[in-house]
């Protein structure tokens, strides 16, 4: 019976023939491959056609970007619903101008990401489809934790009421615009 010594010296033995039994004709193989010779492409004459159209209007790009820029503060906030550009804005249900919107559920307001997080991670381990929305109201900044979207009220209602009941919350039923 051969010891685990004796198997790694065979082993390596095996390994270094392999290595000797490629090496060696390479290194005996004299000047090996001649490398080819590839010839030098033939000097054309090139045209380049310059470019004479006028430079393109720009007035309607700088107009947008200056009303954009005075929708958003410095922080990258909306200033008219003062959530962050990019997340989903988050209404009060009892916002008349919203007809056509869908519903959410507000859980939580939380002034620390960490505590959102958190709360995310709980309720989507616990099948939620839950979010965050960034605002910025009176100069402070929250991140509220929603559920949804819900396309009708009541379902929306329903589901406030679930989560109240499963987690003590005290949700907002709120409407939902992305």
Not at 48 to 66: K, Q, Y
Not at 103 to 118: G, I, L, P, T
């Amino acid at each position: 019976m051969l010891t685990d010594q004796t198997r790694y010296r065979l082993t390596g033995l095996v390994f270094l023939l392999a290595v000797a039994a490629v090496v060696l004709p390479m290194l005996f193989d004299g000047e090996g491959v001649e490398p080819m010779q590839l010839d030098p492409l033939p000097r054309g004459d090139f045209e380049v056609e310059r470019d004479v159209d006028p430079p393109p209007d720009m007035t309607t790009v700088v107009a947008a970007r200056e009303q954009l820029e005075s929708a958003v503060d410095d922080y990258g906030y909306a200033t008219d619903t003062g959530t962050r550009i990019g997340d989903t804005v988050l209404l009060d249900d009892d916002d008349d101008n919203a007809a056509d919107l869908k519903w959410a559920v507000q859980v939580a307001s939380f002034s620390q990401d960490e505590n959102a997080d958190r709360l995310i991670e709980r309720l989507r381990g616990d099948g939620y489809a839950a979010f965050v929305s960034r605002v910025k109201q009176a100069g402070e900044r929250a991140t509220r934790v929603a559920v949804g979207p819900v396309i009708e009220r009541e379902s929306a209602s329903r589901l406030k009421a679930e989560l109240d009941r499963r987690y003590d919350f005290e949700a907002v039923l709120v409407r939902f615009s992305p």
